[in-house]
């Protein structure tokens, strides 16, 4: 029989051997992509695999540089930074008043997070014929291939998600200290603003975040609604065919500089995301 000290040290390896597996199994991919976003295109097919290329060579990221691909990285850029902005620009008042005052009754909020079940696909053809054209003060306006097409098309999901989340965090916070600034002598808005809104700035960071990562990896509308003008960098991403082979290393490159800009901010609001996920208490 093991004693107690010894199956607390078997159990604790078996954790540490789990975490190492689990977290092999996710960096594995991103050092591959390094990897061969470095290689010549002699090295992609090697079998065994090269692991460090024998003449690493940045030609991949010079073809990226040289030609749209940082084009297409804007794109992505401008359309998940402005449907940021509409969306929690709508998102904070609505889901404020519906925790606060209950707009609407007992069951639109459940309503409003019923609109993100619903298959972005079955979507598409009416999003289509209606960007296509259509009449606006006697002027024919198209939103196909547009920044604005997009960020409309995005807001119409992250906004039930982002609301449905962050009625959630409007009513952890205890109404009785909002009213206590309102007593002070702020008005309604001025206690949201003051009170309210910093308290819960970490869930507001999280509903961001994945309201902007769900903007920035969105493919299929990407692909059916913009041709080159508007094109994203996931969808670039998925076009590196010719009719012989595949870029596989400019592909990687493109990849790597894609997840770029998400790493940054994560690493920017990292404290706030724990905080976040985890919102439930008030700070006294």
């Excluded at 289509?128 to 119409?156: A, E, M, N, P, S």
């Amino acid at each position: 029989m093991f004693s107690r000290r010894a199956l607390l040290k078997i159990e604790n390896i078996a954790v540490y051997v789990i975490l190492v597996m689990a977290v092999s199994l996710a960096v594995f991919p991103i050092a591959w992509t390094v990897s061969t976003s470095f290689k010549s295109v002699g090295e992609y097919y090697t079998y065994p695999p090269v692991w460090i290329p024998k003449n690493p060579t940045i030609a991949n990221y010079t073809y990226i540089i040289s030609t749209a691909g940082l084009d297409y990285l804007r794109n992505s850029l401008i359309i998940a930074s402005l449907n940021l902005l509409l969306v929690l620009g709508v998102s904070i008042p609505a889901a404020y008043g519906i925790a606060r005052f209950r707009v609407g009754g007992e069951n639109l909020s459940f309503w409003i997070l019923s609109q993100r079940m619903l298959p972005p696909v079955a979507t598409i053809i009416p999003f289509f014929l209606l960007f296509r054209g259509f009449q606006l003060f006697d002027r024919q306006i198209t939103l196909l291939d547009k920044h604005l097409g997009l960020i409309l098309v995005y807001c119409t999901f992250n906004i039930a998600f982002a609301v449905w989340l962050l009625i959630g965090f409007f009513e952890s916070f205890p109404a009785e200290i909002e009213e206590a600034a309102v007593i002070d002598g702020c008005s309604r808005i001025g206690a949201v603003l003051r009170v309210v809104i910093p308290v819960i700035a970490p869930g507001i960071v999280v509903t961001g975040l994945f309201c902007f990562i769900f903007s920035w990896n969105e493919f299929l509308f990407a692909l059916i609604l913009t041709r080159e003008a508007a094109k994203t960098v996931t969808l670039q991403l998925s076009q590196f065919r010719t009719p012989t082979k595949i870029l596989w290393g400019e592909m990687s490159a493109l990849s790597l500089i894609t997840i770029i800009p998400i790493l940054v901010i994560v690493v920017f609001i990292q404290r706030y995301l724990v905080k976040g996920l985890a919102f439930g208490a008030v700070k006294g």
